[in-house]
């Protein structure tokens, strides 16, 4: 059974920092890529940090240089180091499993989903 379980959100203040964590099961970590998704309330589902099978990562521009997303391929774990966040980061966080050759940066990518985190940003 695939399962993807999402760890570490919470409430922050604009400038804080969090990091989630993403375990995975039931399938090879490593053959796919994995990405980190989000959805604020009344928007789309949208590509925030991807990394493939090679570790090439890469990054929406609205959080450039603030999240950096990595992986442990040995203890099958995705990694989300967010920085400086802003009040505009508020949303649920889903980590994500892609197709092989994918680059994970877009929901058409996507065959497994994590649960979902909140992550709210506020002061």
């Known amino acids: 059974q695939v399962q993807l379980a999402e760890s570490g959100g919470g409430s922050v203040e604009p400038g804080g920092s969090l990091r989630l964590s993403c375990v995975v099961s039931?399938?090879?970590?490593?053959?796919?890529?994995m990405g980190w998704f989000r959805q604020a309330p009344g928007k789309e589902r949208e590509g925030v940090a991807a990394i493939d099978e090679e570790d090439v990562t890469g990054y929406a521009d609205s959080v450039k240089g603030r999240l950096t997303i990595s992986q442990d391929k040995g203890k099958n774990t995705l990694y989300l180091h967010m920085n400086n966040l802003k009040p505009e980061d508020t949303a649920m966080y889903y980590c994500?499993?892609?197709?092989?050759?994918?680059?994970?940066?877009?929901?058409?990518?996507?065959?497994?989903w994590g649960q979902g985190i909140q992550v709210t940003v506020s002061s």
């Open positions: 994500a499993a892609g197709y092989a050759g994918a680059s994970c940066a877009q929901v058409p990518d996507i065959w497994a």
């Open positions: 039931g399938f090879t970590y490593g053959s796919y890529c």
